[in-house]
T-cell receptor, first 111, second 117 residues
Framework: ETGVTQSPTHLIKTRGQQVTLRCSSQSGHNTVSWYQQALGQGPQFIFQ???????GRGNFPPRFSGLQFPNYSSELNVNALELDDSALYLCASRGGHNEQFFGPGTRLTVL | AQKITQTQPGMFVQEKEAVTLDCTYDTSDPSYGLFWYKQPSSGEMIFLIY??????QNATEGRYSLNFQKARKSANLVISASQLGDSAMYFCAMREATAGNTGKLIFGQGTTLQVKP
């Protein structure tokens, strides 16, 4: 148990729709990162939030956006869904410099 | 450029034996951290072990040890006394200091380990 939770566990959407994924960080961790993991691949960094502000972004278009709340929970929003957005979405909360704990992930299917 | 390379797509090991999963990395940053994660079929990434670039000793965590060879830029994971529950995908990842405080991890493609009874 990492103390990082994500919801929902599974989600099915159609092309063009919008989706919101949620993450609750481990207690005391004020930094959260989001990753996209396509089938058979390693996770790819989407972005990170620290104290409610985005402070790092990977190679993802602006239709991927996020929020972090004062209680350090976080959301990942994806607009105008495309088929290639089908993936496992992982959030990770960070404590010390060598700790980064992942949640169980949300599996998104875009039809 | 590929920064983390895991050349073994799949590995088999007999229960109770040791196994080494290979990882090489590429960075020009003198300060970096290396991580290994286990991902069972359920999908959760489970943190196993961490090695800092300036750490003098190889990291160990229970049955996991990291064979860190800095000059060769390799960070192989050694699992001793394999158990059936070790069957999973294993990822090597790196965080560079030049990533600032982003905490961005760069992952390899992963190695699937199957432990045979």
């Amino acid at each position: 148990e990492t103390g990082v939770t994500q919801s929902p566990t599974h989600l099915i959407k159609t092309r063009g729709q919008q989706v919101t994924l949620r993450c609750s960080s481990q207690s005391g961790h004020n930094t959260v990162s989001w990753y996209q993991q396509a089938l058979g691949q390693g996770p790819q960094f989407i972005f990170q939030y620290y104290r409610e502000e985005e402070n790092g972004r990977g190679n993802f278009p602006p239709r991927f956006s996020g929020l972090q709340f004062p209680n350090y929970s976080s959301e990942l929003n994806v607009n105008a869904l495309e088929l290639d957005d089908s993936a496992l979405y992982l959030c990770a909360s960070r404590g010390g410099h060598n700790e980064q704990f992942f949640g169980p992930g949300t599996r998104l299917t875009v039809l | 450029a590929q920064k983390i390379t895991q050349t073994q797509p799949g590995m088999f090991v007999q229960e109770k034996e040791a196994v080494t999963l290979d990882c090489t990395y590429d960075t020009s940053d003198p300060s970096y951290g290396l991580f290994w994660y286990k991902q069972p079929s359920s999908g959760e990434m489970i943190f196993l072990i961490y090695q800092g670039s300036y750490d003098q000793q190889n990291a160990t965590e229970g049955r996991y040890s990291l064979n860190f060879q800095k000059a060769r830029k390799s960070a192989n994971l050694v699992i001793s006394a394999s158990q059936l529950g070790d069957s999973a995908m294993y990822f090597c990842a790196m965080r560079e200091a030049t990533a600032g405080n982003t905490g961005k991890l760069i992952f390899g493609q992963g190695t699937t380990l199957q432990v045979k009874p």
